[in-house]
Antibody, heavy 120, light 108 residues
């Protein structure tokens, strides 16, 4: 059974950093691109970043480019989101999501999400 | 960036009736359109991809249609489990992939 479990969320001051993790199981991790999608409280979904199946390709939303970095460890079946220079507008639930198939950037499995609150 | 617009924002429908949700793209996305269902406190769940293909485990009462810029999600004979927020997402013109703002489907 496919499972994605995020961790690492919490309350952080503006300008500080946080690293999210998404541990996966139940599928061959190295075969799928992995994405991060966020949802501000009471708002809709916003795509944040993707990392390709072999970790060589990373793409970011303009809103986080230069501040966030996505990585993966195909031995640990885990994807990470390093978030630097956090702003209040980064407050959201962060979901990791599995790309359905290569090049098709829609998401067939999601984690339960981890809440990041940026506040002084 | 392709802007996705969903209508209506809220749809009130009775149990057993049909619900029709709309999604419009600001430019063609061909059939690279997905629908997700999200219940409070839960992650989104894939319902439809490729504009009309049901995801694994999705009941046949869910159907999707459309291409280019106009899309529809239809839920026939609504059941209590279907009441949720539904989002459309285009994955043709990326990056970025973009989502609609959601339609809240509520019991009338």
């Amino acid at each position: 059974q496919v499972q994605l479990v995020e961790s690492g969320g919490g309350v952080v001051q503006p300008g500080r950093s946080l690293r999210l993790s998404c541990a996966t199981s139940g599928f061959t991790f190295s075969r799928n691109g992995m994405h991060w999608v966020r949802q501000a409280p009471g708002k809709g979904l916003e795509w944040v970043a993707v990392i390709g199946d072999d970790g060589t390709a990373e793409v970011y939303a303009d809103s986080v480019k230069g501040r966030f970095s996505v990585s993966r460890d195909n031995f640990k079946n885990t994807v990470y989101l390093q978030m630097n220079s956090l702003r209040s507008e980064d407050t959201a639930v962060y979901f990791c999501a599995r790309e359905h198939s290569h090049g098709n950037w829609f998401f067939d499995w999601w984690g339960q999400g981890t809440l990041v609150t940026v506040s002084s | 960036e392709t802007v996705m617009t969903q209508s209506p924002a809220t749809l009130s429908v009775s149990l057993g009736e049909r619900a029709t949700l709309s999604c419009r793209a600001s430019q063609s996305v061909r059939t690279n359109l997905a629908w997700y269902q999200q219940k409070p406190g839960q992650a989104p769940r894939l319902v439809i991809y490729g504009a009309s293909t049901r995801a694994t485990g999705i009941p046949a009462r869910f159907s999707g249609s459309g291409s280019g810029t106009e899309f529809t999600l239809t839920i026939s004979s609504l059941q209590s489990d279907d009441f949720a927020v539904y989002y459309c997402q285009q994955y043709n013109n990326r990056p970025p992939v973009t989502f609609g703002q959601g339609t809240r489907l509520e019991i009338k």
